[in-house]
Structures are given as structure tokens and as C-alpha cells.
């Protein structure tokens, strides 16, 4: 039988020593962490094969999709500020949630928590909380700037696309809108930052590590709604309110991802930031505009 031992063994050297070369790193076998290579063959189970034998889901990936989507999602929206409607951005939205559907399987979908959520009672929680920081980032923004343009909302509101006689029609107005803002951006982004991309970071940076460098990446993408802002005539960057912006969202994505782990779902976060939008929403309809 020591054939077959020796057989065995030399199958499992092959599949460790193909883990390693799957990520790009040359270190010898006896280099590596028997715990790493666990951990890099069940990540090169969440591909789909197509992508198994030249990328992995590590934070190498997940660098790579921040840029390649953050990117033209900056620069849209930065054109969106000038004339006016975000119905590009929203392609990039599709895409972000065509991506973990394109590149994990069935098991990696769940595992970056694309399923159902344990508690319902849990997700209406998560939608208040969201309303909640929506509303408590205006109260901040009027406090400091009232409603001019350093008021991250009131700048963002010149970028809607209303018709001449909207006010007629506020309510009709402020329902699509909602409905838009609650679907297309948080289902999107919490799929990609807080499922995907934070699958990525999460075996080299642990789980908290990798929510700070997701939140972090979101919350600089966010510079483009607000803090470099077009005043009709050039770009202008307002240091002190853009940082309070950024921090802002940075600390709403920690929330979102909170509610990721309250719910045991990625749709925690969706709901969570579909609540904080719709607040925004709301806030600019009734209490700027």
C-alpha cells in the first residue's frame, strides 16, 4: 500500500503547489502556511473556473475592481454635477451587481452574503437605522453650512434632473426618485463594496481590516458627489466640509456593514443604505428644494 500513500502525497503536493501558483507567489512549499493554503484552495472555490487559473479572490482582485469601476463612477459623476442626471452612473451600478454573479459560484455568492437574511424583524431595524443616519448627515450639514453650496445635500440637489413645473408635483417627483435611490445604488454597492470587494481584502486584512479599506474606497468615490464641486463656472475643492463628507460615509458604511452582521445577509447593508437614501431623498425634497 505504500504506493498508493505515495501517490496520494504527491497529488496533494500538485494541488498545494498549484494554490500557491494561483495566486502569483513563488514561495517553495515548505515556505507556506498550512493554514494559508486551506484558505487559498476554499477562495479558488468562490471563482467561477473560468477565472480560476489566472486571478484569485485576494486583495490584489479587489484593488482592481475598486479602480476599474471607481474610477469612470468618478468621472461620471463628476459630469453629472455639470449637466445635470445620473442615469450613467446607474450602468455602473448594473455592473456592480452583475459582477458577483459573473465571476463567483453559487457558494461564493452566499459567502459574501447574497442570502436570505435570518430575521426580518432584523432588516426593518437596518432600514430605520439607515433613515436615521440619512437624516442626522443633513441636521450636521445644515448646523455648519445651512443650505448653501457647502451643504453636502444642497449641492447635491443641483444635480437633479427636474422639469420646469416639478413643484406641481413633488410627491409624484420625490416617489421616483426614492424608488431609483433605494434600488439601483444600494443593491450595487453593497454587493461590491461590502460583499465582493470585501471578500477580497478579508483573508489578508482580517474582517474589520478589509471593512475599513471597503468603507474607505467608498467613501473617497463619494468625493465626486460632494467636495470637488463645479460652481457654474470651474472646480473648486472645500477642504473642511469634503472631509466632513468623507467621514461621514465612511462611518455609514461601517454601520451598513454592521448591519451585514446583524442580519447574516448582505441585504442588511442594502436595506440599511437604501433607508439612508431615501432620507436624502426625502431631505432634499421637502427641506432644501
Same mark, same amino acid.
Given at each position: 500500500?505504500?504506493?498508493?500513500? =505515495? ?13 500557491? %501558483? ?11 502556511? *498550512? ?23 485576494? &486583495?490584489?482582485? /479587489?484593488?482592481?475592481? @475598486?479602480?476599474?469601476? /471607481?474610477? *469612470? ?13 445620473? /442615469? ?6 448594473? +455592473? ?22 435570518? !430575521? ?10 439607515? %433613515? ?14 445651512? #443650505? ?12 437633479? =434632473? ?17 424608488? +431609483?435611490? %433605494?434600488?439601483?445604488? *444600494? ?20 474582517? @474589520?481590516?478589509?471593512?475599513?479599506? =471597503? ?13 470637488? @464641486? ?10 473642511? *466640509?469634503?472631509?466632513?463628507? +468623507? ?17 447574516? !445577509? ?10 439612508? #437614501? ?8 421637502? &427641506?432644501?428644494?
Amino acid at each position: 500500500m505504500s504506493w498508493v500513500n =505515495d501517490s496520494l502525497s504527491e497529488s496533494r503536493n500538485i494541488v498545494l503547489y498549484k494554490s500557491t %501558483m494561483f495566486i502569483g507567489e513563488s514561495l517553495p512549499l515548505y515556505q507556506v502556511e *498550512p493554514v494559508s493554503l486551506v484558505i487559498m484552495i476554499a477562495e479558488s472555490n468562490l471563482l467561477r473556473k473560468p477565472w480560476r487559473t489566472w486571478m484569485s479572490l485576494g &486583495w490584489r482582485l /479587489g484593488l482592481v475592481l @475598486i479602480l476599474l469601476l /471607481g474610477i *469612470p463612477r468618478f468621472y461620471l459623476v463628476l459630469q453629472a454635477n455639470i449637466y445635470g442626471g445620473y /442615469g450613467m452612473v446607474s450602468l455602473v451600478f448594473l +455592473v456592480m451587481m452583475i459582477l458577483p454573479f459573473l465571476l463567483l459560484t453559487g457558494e461564493g455568492r452566499h459567502q459574501i452574503g447574497i442570502c436570505r437574511p435570518e !430575521s426580518w424583524s432584523r432588516m426593518v431595524v437596518c432600514l430605520l437605522v439607515g %433613515m436615521l443616519l440619512g437624516c442626522l448627515l443633513y441636521w450636521l450639514g445644515h448646523l455648519f453650512y445651512g #443650505n448653501s453650496i457647502r451643504n453636502w445635500y444642497s449641492y447635491i440637489s443641483q444635480s437633479y =434632473d427636474l422639469q420646469d413645473q416639478w413643484e406641481t408635483s413633488r410627491g409624484t417627483f420625490f416617489v421616483i426618485f426614492a424608488i +431609483v435611490s %433605494m434600488t439601483f445604488s *444600494p443593491i450595487g454597492e453593497e454587493w461590491f463594496y461590502r460583499g465582493l470587494v470585501h471578500e477580497c481584502f478579508r483573508s489578508r486584512f482580517g474582517d @474589520i481590516g478589509a471593512s475599513r479599506l =471597503d468603507s474607505l474606497a467608498f467613501a473617497l468615490t463619494h468625493l465626486a458627489h460632494f467636495g470637488i @464641486i463645479y460652481n457654474g463656472e470651474s472646480w473648486q475643492f472645500l477642504f473642511v *466640509p469634503a472631509m466632513l463628507w +468623507v467621514g461621514s460615509m465612511y462611518l455609514a458604511c461601517r454601520v451598513f456593514y454592521r448591519c451585514r452582521l446583524f442580519t447574516r !445577509s448582505i441585504w442588511g447593508a442594502v436595506i440599511c443604505h437604501a433607508g439612508f #437614501n431615501l432620507a436624502i431623498t426625502y431631505a432634499i425634497f421637502y &427641506w432644501i428644494l
